[in-house]
């Protein structure tokens, strides 16, 4: 049973940048690849970006293409998520998740089973 905590959230102007952090625990961190995902009030859920279980390998919506970085931290298990240029469309609640196919690229959060419980991310205008 994986846990996933997920901290980091917050108000921040237009322009500006916030890290996400996803923490780990009761797995094998460097076994799996991670997700994340966020959701805005009133829409679906949808796809931010991916990374293999390495690092090595990187994968962004393209909604956030060039403003966004994956990274993880093997030792640390945790996953985090830089936010530069932030706009107030990346409003929403943010959460990381991990593939059912534990080191599969996916992109659909169906294929996802588990979740942390989500932080919040405001962006005024």
């Known amino acids: 049973q994986v846990q996933l905590v997920e901290s980091g959230g917050g108000l921040v102007q237009a322009g500006g940048s916030l890290r996400l952090s996803c923490a780990a625990s009761?797995?094998?961190?460097?076994?799996?690849?991670m997700g994340w995902f966020r959701q805005a009030p009133g829409k679906e859920r949808e796809f931010v970006a991916w990374?293999?279980?390495?690092?090595?390998?990187?994968y962004y919506a393209d909604s956030v293409k060039g403003r966004f970085t994956i990274s993880r931290d093997n030792a640390k298990n945790t996953v985090y998520l830089q936010m530069s240029s932030l706009k107030p469309e990346d409003t929403a609640d943010y959460y990381c998740?991990?593939?059912?196919?534990?080191?599969?690229?996916?992109?659909?959060?169906?294929?996802?089973?588990?979740w942390g419980q989500g932080t919040q991310v405001t962006v005024s205008s």
């Open positions: 998740a991990v593939p059912s196919a534990r080191r599969a690229f996916k992109v659909a959060d169906t294929q996802y089973d588990y």
């Open positions: 990374i293999n279980w390495s690092g090595g390998t990187t």
């Open positions: 009761g797995g094998t961190f460097s076994n799996y690849a």
